[in-house]
């Protein structure tokens, strides 16, 4: 499961995000309108009402913030309305749901993490995923890229290595009605081959090399994302499948949770 780019944060990141007297008068206007709107839902839903109200808020000011801004500059409508409408706190631990749209990583269990909604969006917009497209994910953790994939294209295979995070995000993606998603628990070096070959397939584990399973996986003209490299020394490559060239574009330096399984026995290869 990702964590987060390895680059220094840019300093528009410590930017507040509330509504504080620094800010400007039309964003006072908002945080007034949708303390209104708190206002109104309480009596008809109380509590549970208004803290869908605050989550959905939230989740409007990650794209707009953190996604949107000229500084991060995703664009792609389709990947930025699914960031939009995905409850990225109905993925996360109940004690770190408040937390869920800030822009960093979460912990989710079992040594993993949950990405910083940015890195989501960023390898979503790199795939360019297609309605039409089966995708291969390898590494589900808590299911919340699963999730954003499952409103981009027509269906996505998911293998999780970790057994409880498998029917945990399991349960949640069938709880959420997310039912173009299939997911196992197994190793995703090996990829999911009675199920190939796929349109894309997105890593979000780091092996130190490119696992040739994944590639032969790959449908003719697909393209995939991974991170490669050990943990303090990794990049997220694009890779194209053109015939029997595998294209490599270095995108972004990364740090990510290592791949494990068979990668282990593959090491160094």
């Known amino acids: 499961m990702p964590a987060y780019p390895r680059p220094a944060a840019n300093p528009l990141q410590s930017r ?8 400007r008068s039309r964003q006072q206007r908002v945080c007034r309108f949708l303390s209104l709107l708190v206002g109104l839902w309480a009596p008809l839903g109380g509590a549970v009402a208004a803290t869908e109200l605050d989550y959905a808020a939230a989740r409007t000011r990650m794209v707009e913030q953190q996604l949107a801004s000229p500084w991060r500059g ?5 990947v930025l309305r699914a960031m939009a409408t995905v409850p990225r706190h109905e993925f996360v631990p109940a004690e770190v749901q408040p937390y869920a749209y800030d822009d960093r990583p979460l912990p989710i269990g079992y040594a993993q993490t949950i990405s910083q909604p940015y890195v989501v969006a960023f390898m979503t917009e ?11 994910e390898i590494g589900t953790g808590s299911g919340y890229q699963a999730a954003i994939l499952s409103a981009l294209v027509n269906e996505v295979y998911s293998i999780e290595i970790v057994e409880p995070l498998a029917r945990r995000a399991q349960g949640d993606l069938a709880r959420l009605g997310y039912d173009n998603v299939r997911l196992r628990h197994g190793d995703g070096y090996k990829g999911w081959p009675e199920a190939a070959p796929f349109d894309a397939i997105i890593v979000t584990c780091a092996p130190d090399h490119v696992p ?20 303090n020394d990794q990049m997220l490559y694009l890779l194209k499948k053109r015939g029997a060239e595998l294209q490599r574009e270095a995108v972004l330096p990364v740090r990510f949770v290592p791949m494990t ?6 090491f160094g290869r």
């Open 16 to 23: 507040p995000a509330g509504c504080g007297p620094a800010h």
């Open 74 to 78: 995703i664009s792609d409508p389709a």
């Open 126 to 136: 790199k795939l360019q995923p297609k309605s039409t497209d089966r995708v291969l």
């Open 212 to 231: 040739q399973p994944l590639i032969d996986q790959l449908r003719d003209g697909g393209r995939m994302i991974i991170p490669v490299g050990e943990r």
């Open 261 to 266: 399984g068979a990668a282990d026995a593959n």
